[in-house]
């Protein structure tokens, strides 16, 4: 089917759906992230990810941040060649699909908005049925993506990204719960924002692991906040951070630009580690993962590695490709929920909010 000619199907075919077969074998669903400033699609079938083709977006560059506005517009450039590129890379047609799962919630509720109604579109036009999915679920479970070292339930997962930062206890793969999250800047927001202070272009974070990499992460203490239960607090830092550069001699950035990556890295990583000891000590729960951006930072990775050994934990981290925004993860939770029986009406609509 020619994706082009989605819009008149949407007119011509509205009947209503009869019951979806639920079968272990042979589902295919198509998946759409557009949470953010990235267009990501995936196929996937039978929990299998057959493609996951993600279209960046330059445009927010000279911006230093993510501009919503135009994230909307280029989801909207975006979203069919990179649908066709999904179908393509999977060698599938629209006809093979079973469901069309979208990204409901939390993040730019313009972003958002292009996916689901691109997703019902589609979902109308094949008669399929619609699967919405929660992104932060999403990034949970891309631990369970094309791999034989996957975590046996139940399983904690510290979710860090540039909007979030959480502790989630996954008892299967429907049943999670937050116990415990930043009460202001995400992990990742605290890497972009110490990067912004020194000067280093956005997105800061990727460049921080960098030059960390030729730094001594011991050379200068940074505040670590007292926050109780398994709660996290990033805002603190950043304030460190800018007072300690603000009584430095002029040049002083440049001189120690290692040095004080290697040292903001290690302080972020040593406030996240330490919470996700503290859930497994309250949990009794040692099977260990990591996901979202963050997780692609390499000092957070080694570090993750070096706690299981020494504490006997069995730790697991997403491929590359599946820890930053994608769709593959939507795909994967559509494929648990459609086995489930978890669908979507036509009046599902996006939400900002990231209650789950
Ligand atoms: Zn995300």
Redesign the pocket.
Known sequence: MNLYRVIFYFAANMSNHEQYPLRGEGITILAIES??DDTSVAVCRNGVILSNIIAGQIVHEKYGGVVPELASRAHMQNIVPTVQAALDTANTTMDKLDAIAFTQSPGLIGSLLVGVQFAKSVALALDKPLIAVH??QA?VLANLIDTDNKPDFPFLCLTV????TQIVLAKSPLELEVIGETIDDAAGEAFDKCAKIMGIPYPGGPLIDKYAKEGNPLAFKFAEPQMPELNFSFSGLKTSVLYFLQKQESGFIAANQADLCASIQYTIINILLKKLKKAVQQTGISNVCIA??VSANSGLRNGLTEMGKKHGWKTFIPAFQYC??NAGMIAITAHYKYLAGQFAGMEASPSARAEW
């Open positions: 949470s953010c992104h932060m990034h990204s540039g909007g979030h979202g951006g930053t925004d």
